[in-house]
């Protein structure tokens, strides 16, 4: 049995790895960015230009829905939050990396250059969902749905 914690902490430890997810405001549609972490807290980063989509939408906080799935297909989750802009010069400095420094000619000084804060609140996530291994179960005559609901657990990512 797989409890919401183990859970939690699997949807962690995947994203910090695979560090792409899907951002999207409320009524928009989400698109692909890079995630950063400062340490090992639970915001998320992403360094953007402000001449992309999203910095001209956020005059102020908005809801926005991360979505994640892994490379390995292990762990997907779907998270409701607020993002925003936020130039904090020394969150900047400390998330900074030469990948980040590849898209800005002029370093953190770029004035094109944008951190963007999502701060996650209610998640859905699902953990090992092994649509082969249902296949095999259903093929045996066993319900896959059993072993999968503990499987999926609903938290605050807070």
Known sequence: MTDKRE????????????MTAMIGLEGDDARPMTAQFDGD????YFFTAKDTELPPKLKRARKATLI?????HNVFATVRGT???????ATIDRLWNRFVAAWFEKGKDDPKLTL???DPGDAEIWVDASSLMA???M???ID???????KVASVQLR
Do not use: C, H, V
Not at 41 to 44: E, G, P, Q, S, V
């Open 144 to 150: 896959p749905k059993e072993d999968y609901k503990d």
């Open 83 to 89: 993002l925003r802009i936020d130039n904090d010069k």
């Open 68 to 72: 994640y799935a892994a490379k390995g």
């Open 116 to 118: 963007l804060r999502f």
């Open 135 to 137: 296949g095999i179960k």
């Open 41 to 44: 807290r639970k915001t998320i």
């Open 7 to 18: 859970i939690e902490q699997k949807f962690w430890k995947s994203i910090r790895s695979d």
């Open 139 to 141: 093929f045996l005559g």
